[in-house]
């Protein structure tokens, strides 16, 4: 599946195998 970087995430799985679901502010994103 295609790559969308810091999209909205419950936890790594949901990211790509490069991000991890990092909390940023109020939300969790996939982030490096």
Known sequence: SFCIPFKPCKSDENCCKK????????VKLCRW
């Open 19 to 26: 991000f991890k679901c990092k909390t940023t502010g109020i």
